[in-house]
């Protein structure tokens, strides 16, 4: 229950007809499982995108998740961003954590996703990622003061106008930090202990749904915030579940099929 096997349901949830354009298959996902056995589609990218041209395939909305770390995806991914102009392009970056880029990506991943929020209207990286992509050291500390001016730099740097820094840990609380009408504001809930696989994917899932549904940027973080931390609540509720399947979704899609709009 990660990645696309969250986004789908998701934004189907939601109303929206999906299209996947995965950058690469995977036996599993990397988190439990040892090393999986993986397949790039990356080679295939330019003969999806000439059948799209061909058939008049626009895309209004996009939503890029993890790309993995091959360069040729993310001049794809940039080429089709810039071919078609969509409404709303959410980036949700998965290239580093914990101060430090995930086994086998390389240092060019950073310019490589620059690259790719020229197009986006909104950003949604961990502290990690943000630091890399403004070029700052990722602190060991963190404060509300700090984050407002690391917020301040990507937005500048990127050019994105809406951004906000996920998984922020503060007070025992854990959620995302952004600005609004510049001043810092964080909307989070009880951290809970334990690793929780695919709550990145679904958080950012909600977000595009939310405002594709017509939501404010911060009512769109509010609502994803509680809706994971809901699910999250869910999953350790189920105590036979082994953690590394991700976390359980069914309650969160059945609020956004009853959802009438914030």
């Known amino acids: 229950s990660v990645s696309l096997s969250i986004a789908i349901p998701v934004i189907t949830a939601f109303g929206i007809q999906p299209s996947i354009l995965p950058s690469m298959i995977l036996s599993t996902h990397t988190g439990g499982f040892g090393k999986p ?13 000439k059948h799209w041209h061909q058939a008049d395939v626009v895309f209004e909305n996009i939503l890029v998740g993890y790309l993995g770390s091959e360069t040729q ?29 995930y086994s086998g990506m390389a240092q060019s991943v950073v310019d490589d996703y620059l690259l790719l929020c020229r197009h986006a209207q ?10 890399f992509l ?26 994105v106008a809406d951004v906000g820094i996920t998984g922020v840990e503060l007070n025992n609380q854990i959620g995302t930090a952004f600005l609004s009408d510049k001043s ?8 809970i202990s334990g690793n929780f696989f695919g709550t990145g994917d ?27 931390s809901a699910a999250v609540t869910d999953t350790i509720k189920q105590f036979s579940r082994d953690s590394r399947i991700g976390i359980v979704i069914p309650s969160v899609l059945s609020k956004i099929l009853t959802y009438k709009g914030s």
């Open 37 to 49: 056995a993986t397949l790039s589609v990356a080679k295939n990218f330019s003969k999806f995108q």
């Open 202 to 228: 679904l958080f950012s899932s909600l977000v595009f749904g939310f405002l594709l549904s017509g939501d404010t940027f911060l009512m769109a973080l509010k609502l994803a915030n509680q809706w994971t």
């Open 122 to 131: 909104v950003l949604l990286p961990n502290l990690t990622e943000a630091c």
């Open 134 to 159: 403004i070029g700052q050291t990722v602190p060991i500390t963190i404060d509300e003061q700090h984050l407002s001016i690391i917020l301040e730099k990507l937005s500048q740097k990127t050019g």
């Open 73 to 101: 995806v993310y001049e794809e991914i940039h080429l089709l961003l810039e071919q078609n102009v969509s409404k709303l392009v959410v980036l949700d970056p998965a290239f580093a954590d914990h101060g430090k880029l």
């Open 184 to 191: 810092f504001t964080y909307v989070s809930s009880a951290k």
